[in-house]
């Protein structure tokens, strides 16, 4: 079933591979080459052999006295120029235009293809004498016929040899764009890995793993960075809230404590998100429905979006059973039902169906040109800040994606709203 659209993907990478069109046009250009030098050398062969033929008729005839007697045999034809009665046509014609080789329709003398020249005998006579070229012919028919067979398999062997090599440099440059494309998605760990031959791509390879290697040293720097800052400031603004707590009640003494509690729940969330991302294999990951997953996420977050003055609907279909770390979905399926209420509209809704499971909202959504942005740290659409939110619910939410392996889907709903689930691979 798969095997049809799996050829055609091929066949369509093999019709964009640079390399292998290089490679089928060069042996092209050999090809075409190589059959143009054999019609050439065949060509001017044939040329130097009647050159050399009407050599030596001319001396043939000088070396005779041609009388009214006529000696014509199988090997040569020697006449005066005025006594050709007898013989076909193209004689008289090749005669009159002063020699050259004549084809007859019928053979005479057993040789249907005659070299005809116009001299003089021994004592000055204009005379004609001719032989016949059907062994040269057969000869060079022979010769060409080695030529081109040889050509042929020439060519064959140098379009296979071709083919070859631009396969194997098109794999390589396949596994360099399989490298750029999981670095793209945000795969740091990608490296072509290719055999080292010292050749233009192992270099362009050797570069792309350095600049890789760098890439993800400078990442992981910056989210232990994150993560130090936000762990080292989490217990003087423990202490700030103590200190808090002890100044007497009032409006002013509330506020400041829940803006303390809100950098508190900042930095819990970066600490997450660098946690989420430093992770790597699958440790902690066991089977999950995710239809009661999402059953369960339903009775434990229902009361709460009721709370929020708004209604939470479940839409559960057969749902497959994935791997993966329950907390983690847990924790990014709540930031997304938070994110609803927060910024969505009244209704809700928890689906889960087949590899997805996802939440969506009938609010005033968000445009598709900003679902790029969304998703990245510490952005909000609302740049004046004069709403909830420290802009990384869905970064939390992509991360959580990323170790799962999975698909993270935005999408406008109709006629508002926003769609936001995660879609599992196939595995």
Known sequence: MFLVPS???????????????????????????FAVAIYVALTLGQRAIERRVDTTLGALAQAAIVDDRREDSAA???????????????????????GGT???????????????SVAQDARGTPVMVAVPLDDSER??????????????????????????????????????????????????TARTSTS???DDLDDIAAQLDLTAAELERLVTQTRHLSASIAHDLRTPLARLRAQLEGVPEGAERDAALDEAARLSDIFDTIMRVARIEAQHGRDGFKAVPLDALASDLGETFGPVVEDGGKTLDLNIG????????????????????????????????????????????DGAGVDPSQFAEIIKPMVRLDTARTTQGSGLGLALVKAVADRHGARLILDRQDP???SVALEFAQL
């Open 76 to 98: 040569m034809i020697l006449r005066r120029r005025d006594d050709l009665a007898g013989l076909p046509a193209p004689f008289a014609r090749a005669v009159a235009r002063g």
């Open 416 to 418: 508002q709203g926003l």
């Open 139 to 188: 000869a060079q028919e022979l010769l060409s016929e080695i030529l081109w067979t040889t050509a042929a398999i020439v060519i064959a062997g140098t379009l296979a040899i071709g083919l070859g090599a631009g396969l194997l440099a098109q794999r390589r440059l396949a596994r360099i764009n399989d490298t750029l494309g999981r670095l793209a998605m945000g795969d740091l």
């Open 318 to 361: 057969p749902c497959a059973t994935i791997q993966g770390d329950q907390g983690m979905l847990v924790q990014a399926l709540a930031n997304l039902i938070q994110n609803a209420i927060v910024h969505g509209g009244q209704r809700i809704t928890l689906f889960a169906h087949g590899r997805t499971i996802g939440v969506s909202d």
């Open 196 to 198: 080292r031959t010292r």
């Open 7 to 33: 050829i055609t993907a091929r066949l369509g990478w093999l019709r964009r591979s640079s390399s292998l069109r290089l490679s089928l046009l060069l042996s092209a250009i050999f090809a075409v080459g």
């Open 102 to 116: 004549i084809y007859l329709d019928d053979d005479l003398m057993r040789s249907e293809r005659w070299r005809v």
